[in-house]
């Protein structure tokens, strides 16, 4: 845990001086300098609590890594559609993909430094219908799996897995 701010200890420990004085009690030349340095405090512990970063609950963080995966997929997608410039360009593809590449691979960054660990790629099958054709003679027992939709056969058409 860090040590706290010294702009706050200052404010606390002047508060608790001042505290058990009842303020029906103090001369109005007291109670004047009080309210000046109170005002004063009140200000270094906005400063303190403007430098913090922004707090986000546990949703609205799921909310944002959802955006970052769904921004980086969509941007790998749309880097994907090779032009006439990328079958040109030595690298395989021309600057607006490559820039697109950069941008996903910078949420991917973000992500991780969110979440302190590497973000997981999306799946192709977890959006795209996939064939499954269970590897076995002339692709018998081939069939269409939905986004998501994982193969229940026990064993591949012909017996072997």
């Given at each position: 845990?860090?040590?706290?701010?010294q702009r706050?200890?200052?404010?606390?420990?002047?508060?608790?001086?001042?505290?058990?004085?009842?303020?029906?009690?103090?001369?109005?030349?007291?109670?004047l300098r009080?309210?000046?340095?109170?005002?004063?405090?009140?200000?270094?512990?906005?400063?303190?609590?403007?430098?913090?970063?922004?707090?986000?609950?546990?949703?609205?963080?799921?909310?944002?890594?959802?955006?970052?995966?769904?921004?980086?997929?969509?941007?790998?997608?749309?880097?994907?559609?090779?032009?006439?410039?990328?079958?040109?360009?030595?690298?395989?593809?021309?600057?607006?993909?490559?820039?697109?590449?950069?941008d996903a691979?910078?949420?991917?960054?973000?992500?991780?430094?969110?979440?302190?660990?590497?973000?997981?790629?999306?799946?192709?099958?977890?959006?795209?219908?996939?064939?499954?054709?269970?590897?076995?003679?002339?692709?018998?027992?081939?069939?269409?799996?939905?986004?998501?939709?994982?193969?229940?056969?026990?064993?591949?058409?012909?017996?072997?897995?």
């Open positions: 845990m860090t040590a706290p701010d706050v200890a200052n404010a606390r420990e002047y508060l608790d001086a001042i505290r058990p004085h009842k303020v029906t009690t103090r001369p109005p030349s007291v109670l009080e309210c000046a340095e109170l005002r004063r405090q009140l200000g270094q512990v906005l400063d303190v609590i403007g430098e913090q970063p922004p707090v986000l609950t546990a949703s609205q963080m799921a909310g944002v890594l959802k955006a970052l995966a769904v921004a980086a997929d969509l941007t790998e997608d749309r880097a994907s559609v090779y032009c006439d410039d990328c079958g040109t360009s030595p690298a395989g593809a021309c600057d607006t993909h490559a820039d697109m590449l950069d691979a910078q949420y991917r960054q973000l992500e991780r430094d969110l979440t302190g660990h590497a973000a997981t790629p999306r799946a192709y099958a977890a959006v795209h219908r996939v064939l499954c054709a269970h590897a076995d003679a002339d692709g018998q027992g081939a069939h269409w799996l939905e986004p998501g939709q994982t193969c229940t056969a026990s064993t591949p058409a012909g017996g072997a897995r």
